[in-house]
Nanobody
Framework: QVQLQESGPGLVKPSQTLSLTCTVS??????????WNWIRQPPGKGLEWIGY???????DSSPSLKSRTSISKDASANQFTLRLTSVTPEETAVYYC????????????????WGQGTQVTVSS
């Protein structure tokens, strides 16, 4: 069974870079079985897909975030990371990592595994 665990700073200042890490157990980030995704949920709002990195290292991200989003993976640590630059207070949210067996840009039923989520507050 795959387990995912988010980690990273819970407070980021506006205009700075939000950086989070997802540690994977039970599978490898290099597997061809999963796309490794980042998803967030602002307070009182719905889930928003941020982006993914696939088994071959290819990435995709939401058009609204593409220019500010970078997703990478570290095979030796079995982790994948999110870097979101120039953040604003509106991007305060619970951030999740999640694994999907195919490309999935927001059908939440299609994600097999989720981390528990980590709160990130963007505030000065």
């Amino acid at each position: 069974q795959v387990q995912l665990q988010e980690s990273g700073p819970g407070l980021v200042k506006p205009s700075q870079t939000l950086s989070l890490t997802c540690t994977v157990s039970g599978d490898s980030v290099t597997t061809n079985s999963y796309y490794w995704n980042w998803i967030r949920q602002p307070p009182g709002k719905g889930l928003e897909w941020i982006g993914y990195i696939g088994y071959n290292g290819r990435t995709d991200s939401s058009p609204s975030l593409k220019s500010r989003t970078s997703i990478s993976k570290d095979a030796s640590a079995n982790q994948f990371t999110l870097r979101l630059t120039s953040v604003t207070p509106e991007e305060t949210a619970v951030y999740y990592c999640a694994a999907a067996p195919r490309r999935n840009v927001g059908d939440w039923r299609g994600y097999d595994y989720w981390g528990q989520g980590t709160q990130v507050t963007v505030s000065s």
